[in-house]
């Protein structure tokens, strides 16, 4: 198993799964990653059909508010986050993510939080995304300047208004991850 490739095989190993479907997702990802070095898109949108993605969720401390972009291509509001470059650690990915979609120099969480494995939507629909999903806290008062090529608006989110809006407007995610997040945070 090629260095970097082993790296991700050992974060995703120590994640440990919130419920059901995120074991499933870990031990699918584990076998995916035993069985191949080629875990980059390459060519985009989606060579090869499978590969890893890292998303950045910004957390405001203080009331555990969520920051989602309204992405162009996905039609859906998600985290920030992008694709994971050749020979790249998915940590460098998300660190870069912040700084090219949002204008903002911060430090991730130092291992992802939470794992998924998706079936992309809209216009470059079709492949797999596989998500390490990273957290960052920032204020809400943090000045952000999101990539208007990629983004409609960026917004805060408080975690009610998520529960009680449409889901097919967000990653088929989010809810369990912020379930995942209010128990890590011990909220």
């Known amino acids: 198993m090629r260095s970097t490739v082993a790296a991700v095989h050992e974060l995703v190993t120590r994640l440990e799964p919130v419920d059901n479907l995120e074991g499933e997702h ?8 035993r069985s191949t070095d080629d875990v980059y898109r ?10 890893l993605v890292s998303y950045v969720v910004p957390v405001d401390p203080a009331d555990g508010g969520v920051l989602l972009v309204e992405h162009r291509n ?9 694709h994971v470059e050749v020979g790249e650690d998915p940590y460098d990915t ?3 993510e912040l700084k090219e979609e949002l204008g ?34 920032l204020s809400r008062s943090q000045e952000v300047q999101p990539d208007a090529g990629e983004f409609h608006q960026a917004r805060w989110w408080a975690p009610v208004e998520i529960a009680t809006a449409d889901p097919a407007g967000f990653d088929p995610h989010l809810g369990r991850f912020l379930r995942k997040l209010s128990a890590a945070l011990g909220r």
Request: hydrophobic share 40%; net charge neutral; glycine share 12%.
């Open 26 to 33: 870990r031990g699918h990802v584990l076998g995916w990653l």
């Open 42 to 51: 390459r060519v985009k949108p989606a060579e090869p059909g499978r590969h």
């Open 74 to 82: 996905a039609g859906l509001w998600l985290p920030p986050g992008g």
């Open 94 to 96: 998300a660190v870069r």
């Open 104 to 137: 903002v120099t911060a430090k991730p969480s130092p291992e992802p939080l939470f794992l998924t494995v998706t079936e992309t939507v809209g216009l470059d629909s079709g492949h797999i995304d596989v998500s390490l999903w990273y957290l960052v806290e």
